[in-house]
């Protein structure tokens, strides 16, 4: 006789698939975590814009169902009461971003739900947390969630001590990338973005927004020779005082800004370096992408990317560009040195297989109704 499988059906709800490192996360771990044979995921969107992920996403995995809260504002809380009849409909919510966090929350206050909710925290600066009211708010609001996944121990740290959250609600489940899916890509032709193989190729994979720190790359550009390019890929709200920096420094004619992509794995193969210039991260996937693909990777000295890239690239002082311009004239110039960081970069990505965290991840939906 056929065995009976429970079925755990499981909704994510994010604000949008807009450029972004949680984004690109749902992206990668929805259809995996969907190929298990007891779990069903599907997918609700706050403002279900087509960003350039979310039109990929459907041309990719049409099986996977996504509901359209609304194409507006996620700031408009009348979309709690778009939530609410979703509650009914599911084993767990599974939360990223806010303001999503607090209109699920509130979804649950008003509807008197019992549904278990999680929330994965992707960032080791949350601002609101510089802020006492806030942080009340946030201690109020986390009340609602049965687990919180950190996607580091040092953001389970900011968590735990700044909100007070009991350490049976935090989970770290570090984020992964599709180590094979990367093995398989092929360098990107260099002539076809106009590049010859004399040009030293810096790339930095970022959305330009306020933790991203591209001026600390772009004064470290302005430093070296003119061999040096830079290609920038990623969108965001601070393109605009991106591109008038650029021009301050005269470097217009070296950087090219090629937008929100989907080859930075070919991208990444076709550069000489990888650099992740932050002022803050939670956790700093691009590195890791870097890392798997072979590209040395520099990155800032910060929480959250320092545990990432430690024993696997090189650390910079976070914003000192002469020191930044040291370590890409070394990693270019001394082939042992070169050679040395790609190794161990291969090696630090084998630790953040995707699959680890997809399996972390269906145990923790599991373990709630043990």
Known sequence: ?????????????????????????????????????????ELALLNAFDYQFYIEFKQVHPDIKVIE??????????????????????????????P??????????FSFSSIP?????????????????????????????????????????QIKNLLKIPEKKLKVITNGINLNA?????ALDRGSLGYSAEDKLIIMVAGFRIEKDHETLLKALAKLSNEYKLILVGDGHRRKEIEDFIKLLRVEDRVTLLGVRNDVSSLLKMSDIAVLSSH???????????????????AS???????????????????????????????????QKRKNIIDSGFSKAKEYDIQQMVDQTIQTYRNEFE
């Open 1 to 41: 006789m056929p065995v009976n499988i429970q079925i755990l059906k499981v909704l994510h709800i994010i604000n949008s698939l807009a450029t972004g490192g949680a984004e690109k996360l749902i992206i990668e771990t929805l259809p995996l975590l969907n190929k298990t044979e007891d779990v069903e995921v």
């Open 69 to 98: 809260i609304s194409k507006g504002s996620v700031y408009n809380p009348f979309l709690i009461f778009k939530i609410i009849p979703l509650l009914k409909n599911y084993k767990i919510l599974h939360v990223h971003l806010f």
């Open 100 to 109: 999503a966090l607090y209109w699920v929350a509130f979804a649950k206050l």
């Open 117 to 157: 909710l999680f929330f994965t925290e992707h960032s080791t600066n949350n601002r609101r947390l510089r802020n006492p009211i806030a942080r009340l708010v946030d201690r109020f609001i986390y009340l609602f969630y049965n687990k919180v996944i950190c996607i580091s121990t040092e953001v389970k740290n």
């Open 182 to 186: 990367i093995k398989l890509e092929k």
């Open 280 to 298: 803050w991260e939670g956790f700093g996937l691009a590195a890791v992408e870097a890392m798997a693909a072979g590209t040395p990777v520099i």
């Open 301 to 335: 000295n910060v929480e959250g990317l320092k545990q990432v890239v430690e024993n696997g690239g090189i650390l910079f002082e976070q914003g000192d560009d002469a020191e930044l311009v040291q370590h890409i004239i070394e990693i270019t110039e001394i082939s």
